[in-house]
């Protein structure tokens, strides 16, 4: 594990459980977030910090090992919004990173940069993305970052493309979908500890029956998944018995957002 972490998005919903997840862990860890965080562990200093703003990036990053980078806009919105802070703020970061001398990134990518993908179709992460609006194209363009930072720079990164972490899977989709918050700390803390990544993709999710993704290029990170959608089939089921099959939120891997 490294010693120094910058957390980003630290206020959010994942941010805020990596954070008690993350606090106990590491020597010394630096929340950020452009919302109020609440109060800091004993080795925690918070920064409120907007990461559209390009010209905070050295601070945010200055004596940092590593970064988890969870910040920026989470869902789809019009171009500029989405370009400010996942794209030009993103990639200042990764130059803020790489003059600052931090070695590795874990990156929350999205279910999103492969969207269009139809959920009968099995991808593993060699497969060509799809992204499925403004927000899966920024987070393409966040892994192809990633990607360049190592293969020009050495820089690490394991990108998660994350399906749907939420507390509990409340729908068909998340049957496939799902990660729970300990499945997502778990791929968290093993693109922070396993020696060597590279640049990663994993695909974000827990030990679902049904699954249109093929995790064999991450092998290496160790990720095993403790929970699984399953447990909540029949509830799920029970609560909607007759979806309709040619809904996309039904055909495609991204659900909604393809709309
Ligand atoms: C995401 O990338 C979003 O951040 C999250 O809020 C969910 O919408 C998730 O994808 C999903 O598609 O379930």
């Not at 609440?38 to 990053?61: I, K, Q, R, Y």
């Not at 093993?190 to 060597?196: A, Y």
């Not at 974000?204 to 998944?225: C, E, M, V």
């Amino acid at each position: 594990m490294y010693d120094n972490v910058l957390l980003t998005g630290a206020a959010g919903k994942l941010g805020s459980v990596l954070r008690r997840h993350l606090a106990p862990r590491v020597k010394r860890l630096r929340s950020t977030d452009i919302a109020a965080m609440a109060a800091p562990a004993a080795n925690e200093e918070l920064v409120t910090a907007d990461l559209g703003d390009t010209s905070l990036a050295a601070g945010l990053v200055k004596g940092m090992d590593a970064i988890v980078h969870f910040g920026g806009i989470s869902s789809e919105a019009d171009f500029d919004t989405v370009c400010r802070v996942n794209i030009i703020g993103f990639r200042a970061l990764y130059e803020a990173a790489r003059l600052a001398g931090v070695k590795r990134v874990v990156y929350s990518s999205s279910v999103h940069a492969i969207g269009f993908y139809e959920q009968t179709t099995v991808i593993d992460s060699r497969d060509p993305t799809r992204p499925d609006g403004n927000y899966g194209v920024s987070k393409v363009f966040g892994e192809s970052i990633a990607q360049l930072y190592w293969d020009k720079y050495g820089i690490e990164t394991v990108s998660i493309r994350i399906g749907s972490s939420e507390a509990e899977p409340s729908n068909r989709r998340h049957l496939l979908t799902w990660l729970s918050f300990d499945d997502m700390c778990q791929i968290v803390e093993r693109g922070l500890s396993v020696p060597r990544v590279g640049h990663t993709i994993i695909f974000g999710a827990s030990r679902n029956d049904a699954t249109f993704w093929d995790n064999r290029y991450a092998r290496h990170l160790g990720y095993q998944p403790k929970d699984s959608a399953d447990a909540y089939r029949n509830a799920i089921v029970a609560a909607d018995p007759k979806p309709d099959r040619d809904d996309v939120v039904m055909r495609y891997q991204g659900g909604i957002f393809v709309k």
